[in-house]
């Protein structure tokens, strides 16, 4: 298997390339000492075919490499538009619509520069898929596990369904293509929406269960028919009340009558971000 991106390699060549027209060097990342702000991309205002990179020293690596992809995604899509970008995380679901726009298309050029669709595909078909797989996969690309297994969702064949909890209440959820053609979907209680009883997310004597309890699909997803099975995985991360579900439902038809799926809607359509209280509405 190939390494992870060099992202230097890629930082010096750029000016180099098409993409870096009319630049003449991107100067290697510096830490930034605002807490407010996880990475920036500024055009030096005395020569402007120069342009530097910060990030956030205090974040983890995972986290580092992935903001210098994001800024290096500002640089290749959106320099014209602007002198400088100030990106935070939360940017992405609550910036005005024409900064969510390019933070969401930088933060997708960090994905896919940092976890090539092509090469993921590749690794998780004809896998058996679990927590220690998803983690050694996130350390071969050296980004944080959250980020893979987000990208893991978008190229899954099966049924999945990624819930991340914040707090103990639904921050975003994600749902696998197959699993919006087969209308798999978590029941909805409250909101802001709060584990399911029965479900091991709702167990707060389990922390983490890397291996997956099998488990009746009807207990996370309602419409599911009462044979139906799915795997349930948690993640607690140790700081925080932070912990990610992933749920692996059994293979299921689309089903015929909602044609939704085939009206171009697109993945992102049905599975953006969602804040707090803003739980998608289908
Ligand atoms: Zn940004």
């Keep these: 298997m190939p390494d992870a991106v060099d992202l230097e390699v890629v930082r010096q060549m750029l000016p180099e390339t098409p993409y870096g027209k009319g630049v003449r060097e991107i100067k290697a990342p510096m830490v930034l000492d605002i807490n407010s702000c996880e990475g920036m991309l500024v055009r030096n205002p005395q020569d402007t075919a120069e342009w530097g990179i910060f990030y956030n020293g205090k974040a983890n690596p995972e986290r580092q490499r992935f903001t210098i992809a994001h800024e290096l995604g500002h640089f290749i899509l959106h320099r014209d538009q602007r002198q400088s970008f100030n990106c935070d995380k939360e940017s992405v679901y609550s910036g005005a619509d024409t900064i969510r726009v390019i933070e969401r298309e930088a933060d997708d050029f960090a994905s896919n520069l940092l976890m090539p669709g092509d090469l993921l595909r590749e690794w998780i078909s004809n896998q058996r898929i679990d927590l220690h797989f998803l983690s050694a996969l996130a350390k071969r690309f050296q980004v944080s596990f959250e980020a893979l297994c987000i990208r893991f969702i978008k190229f899954t064949t ?125």
């Excluded at 293509?177 to 029941?187: H, L």
């Excluded at 799915?230 to 293979?251: A, I």
């Excluded at 939704?260 to 707090?276: A, I």
Aim: glycine share 4%; charged share 30%.
């Design 158 to 282: 099966q049924r999945a369904i990624l819930v991340y909890w914040d707090n103990g209440f639904v921050k975003y959820e994600w749902r696998s293509s197959s699993a919006v053609k087969t209308r798999a979907r978590i029941r909805r209680t409250d909101d802001p929406q709060e584990p399911l009883p029965g479900t091991l997310a709702a167990d707060s004597t389990v922390e983490q269960e890397w291996d997956g309890t099998e488990m009746s699909a009807a207990i996370w997803c309602p419409e599911e028919a009462p044979h139906m099975k799915l795997r349930e995985f948690k993640h607690s991360y140790t700081t925080g009340d932070r912990v990610l579900t992933l749920l692996l439902l059994e293979s299921a038809e689309p089903r015929s009558w909602d044609r939704s799926w085939q009206d171009g809607e697109s993945f992102d359509s049905f599975d953006q971000f969602v804040s707090n209280g803003q739980l998608p509405v289908r």
